[in-house]
């Protein structure tokens, strides 16, 4: 791993556009590829280029920066995985498979993203669920990390302590949903 | 404790919003009311989630962005 892989780590930690525009411009040819040659389209070669650095992502915002190999080895290895997981899910596997890449062992890593993958569907459709002005209000707290002031001028809020105030009720409607499906699994 | 003023606790309390008497103070009480330790447990868990789910949400709209981006310059082909 170098200094150069180490920085661009950093910078998707923190979602930054350059960095993550240098990972797609050095590695996703490679994935393409992969996927092409092994059943798929140009859409499938996206999707999996995505979720790799999905995963690539979380390992970098759990603090651990070091891959212990080339990122481009690592993200190569876990799109790989995430390709042949949905060839056997679509019962598309065929006999012969072409894979070039060096690859890691990455099995831990893909199942924590599982996990996490399965929660992020649940607070999606909790999210979907809820409905409006609950939904816009949570996301504009939680996603676009605006400040309750900025909220209540949005929203229509007389105050930030009202809007606060509605927020917190919202997070309420929207656990009981979310934990609601949780039980149904 | 109300669960919208426990709910803002846990949220302040996660974020390191809380001065140093207050975090005493909610250490202290979470430690003699069990029911309120199980709230925080279950607050804690699905604040992470609600965190992770943010997280995600905004790395995907970068992902979505760089994608755009990329294919407009001829980088990432566009169909076959």
Redesign the interface.
Known sequence: MTENDKFLLEGLAN?D?TA??AI??TN?TSI?SLV?NNNG??DDA?DIF?EG??VL?EKA?SGNFDLNCALKTYLYSVCRHLWLKKLQHKQRYTEQIHFLGEIIQVDEEIELHEK?NA??TL??KA?VKIGEPCKSL??AY??QKKSMQEIAATFGYTNADNA??QK??C??R??KL??AQYKTL | MDDILLLDAVERYLNGEMSQTEKTYFEEIRKNNPDIDQLVVEHTLFITTINNYSNIKSLKHTLHEVETKLSQEGIITKTL
């Open positions: 979602n556009k993550i525009e797609y411009k996703y393409q092409l389209d140009i996206k995505q650095i999905i992502y915002i996490k929660d992020f607070m999606e999210m949570l996301e939680y996603v606060k105030t917190y009720k997070l309420i929207l656990k979310f934990f």
